[in-house]
Every structure is written in C-alpha cells, then in structure tokens.
C-alpha cells in the first residue's frame, strides 16, 4: 500500500505530466516540455520512454547538448554504455559543449525562458559521465583520460577519485589505484575501500 507522501508524489507527477502532454501537444516542438516531461520518466525508472522524448527535440535539433548528454545518461542506466558514450561523444562536439573552466553571463529577461544557452553544457560534466560508461565498457584507458580531465573541475571529487582509482586497479596499476582510491576511501567510499582492500590482499599474497 502506498504512503501518504507517495500519494501525493504520484498525484503531483501526474499534475504535471498533464500539463507537459497539453503543451506538447499545443507544440510539438515545445523543448521545455519535452525535457521536462523526459526527466520525469527518467526519474521515475521509465529510461525508454526519457530517451522517446529526447529524441523528439533531436529530431529538430539534432545538436542539443544538454539532450544529447540526458540520452547517454539514460543510455547508461539501461547499461547500454556503447549507446551512452556515443551520445556523449556527439554532445562534446556540439557548439553548447562549453569549455569546462569558461564563464558566461546569464541575462534572464521577462517573458524569455526558453534560450539556447539553457542547453549548454560545461565539457568536464560531459567527459565525468562518459569516462564512467567507458569504466563499464572496460575501455580503462579512456575512462582515465575523461575521469582525469574532469576532475580539475567536477564537484562529486570523492566518486571521480574512486572511478579513477577502480580504471587503474582493472589496468593492474597498484600504484596510481592505491593513490586515487586512498583518497576516495577518505571521503568515506565504501567501493574504494573495498578495492584498496584487494590490493592489499593481493600484495601479501605474492609475498
């Protein structure tokens, strides 16, 4: 049986499921809509039908780099990571791919909600979640280079540290992995602990 809070969340959901359809369905064209109505799929564990809908705004505007970017997201949590990094490769050679330590002013002005830099994307948030998709893939190499790149910027530290060091131990490098899952672990990362754990594991059983 549901709770009280589920309730309401499904009823809320539902509120604006219905105004995201009547929107699209007056546009459908509408990105807001489309975004909106595909992060809540997404939220809610219904990753094909999230991808359905950015497709829509792709089939328009095939360069979005924010869609591109939720695509591969939604890719990765299907565990389709061949699908996932291509969408994040085509979402770093957009021109909304901005540079990670750029800045830009943000002029919100009455009226104008629906801008094309809303769809912009720093490229360290981009490389962060394909370096993991390329950890699943088994491409080490690559993910090192992506996790690396983001890390000068990205703000989840602790698991970029622990992606990096688990590439490294899959590469058979004990030094580099003990460096970055050493630190991992200080945040509290129970994956990196774990990993550092076989290392030392290893380590004696070779003596």
Known sequence: M???????????LEYRY?????????NPKFRPALLNRGADKSEIGDY????????????FEPNNTLVLMNIGNNY???????????????????????????????????????????YYVRKYEIQYERGISYV?????????T?????????EDLPNAMSWTGEAYYHLNDTINARKYLTEASKYGMLDAKELLDKIETKKWVCY
């Open 136 to 144: 699943y893939s088994k491409k080490y190499n690559l993910a090192i």
């Open 146 to 154: 992506d996790l690396i790149e983001a890390m000068k910027y990205v």
């Open 48 to 59: 094909k039908g999230a991808i359905e809908d950015y497709q829509k705004i792709i089939a």
């Open 18 to 26: 219905n105004h995201l359809d009547k929107a699209i369905e007056k």
């Open 76 to 118: 990765k949590r299907l565990k389709q990571y061949e699908k996932s990094i291509d969408f994040y490769t085509k979402a770093l050679n957009t021109k909304g791919a901005i540079k990670s330590d750029s800045t830009y002013l943000i002029i919100n002005l009455p009226n104008e909600w629906n801008k094309d830099s809303d």
């Open 2 to 12: 549901a709770t009280k809070d589920q309730s309401v969340a499904r009823t809320l």
